[in-house]
């Protein structure tokens, strides 16, 4: 007799990462995690987005027994200071403003949490955006057509925010939208998940 799969559960209310992880072809519930995303004192940015990818998962965890649940967090840096989502049209024009010409890394926490056995593993995925130089015209006209004030970065690298960009460097293309398939990939392998 074969045993059953997990419960594949994502931890999150974000339609990006869910949108991510339909790409898997895998059966799985969201639930909303309600944690404090707020920094702790001189906790790095990489520190940051695995303790809560992690705290995330854990949230969501006591409703799922026998499940793999899993937890993602992602903050964009320049030069190490976190960006947030901007929430408005004046904080996206900053932010874009401010990357223009330079790189802008973002770190994704991921966490696969065994809620059979407690067992939790996490890691952080860098990617890094390398911006073209953008006049102020070139801002507005985007943000007009996107919109992409609950984007961290103020962009939507998946629409018309490739057009903002230089190159792109790092392992997972997805990291960048805030779901490392291929990392989850590899911890699902590791829980008996096989993908395809």
């Known amino acids: 007799m074969r045993k059953s799969e997990p419960r594949i559960v994502l931890g999150s209310t ?5 949108q991510l992880l339909e790409r898997l072809g ?5 639930a909303a995690p309600d944690i404090d995303e707020s920094s702790r004192l001189d906790e790095s940015p990489d520190n940051l987005v695995v303790r809560l990818a992690e ?16 937890g ?13 989502k901007p929430g408005s049209r004046s904080a996206a024009t900053k932010q874009l403003t401010a990357a223009s010409g330079r790189k802008v890394t973002f770190l994704t926490g991921l966490c696969l949490l065994n809620t059979a056995t407690g067992r939790a593993r996490t890691l952080c995925e860098p ?29 939507k690298s998946e629409g018309l925010g490739i057009a903002l960009f230089e ?16 990392r989850l990939v590899q911890l ?9």
């Open 55 to 70: 705290s995330k998962a854990r949230a969501v965890a006591g409703e799922f027994p026998e499940s793999l649940v899993i």
């Open 188 to 196: 699902l392998a590791n829980e008996g998940v096989e993908v395809p």
């Open 14 to 18: 974000s339609v990006y990462r869910k």
């Open 127 to 155: 990617f890094h955006v390398h911006f073209r130089s953008l006049d102020s015209g070139q801002i507005e006209r985007y943000l007009d057509k996107e919109k992409p004030h609950d984007c961290a970065g103020s962009f």
């Open 26 to 30: 895998l059966k799985f519930v969201t």
């Open 167 to 182: 190159r792109l460097e790092g392992n997972d293309p997805n990291a960048l939208v805030g779901l490392p398939l291929i």
């Open 72 to 84: 993602s967090d992602q903050v964009a840096c320049i030069n190490g200071k976190i960006l947030g």
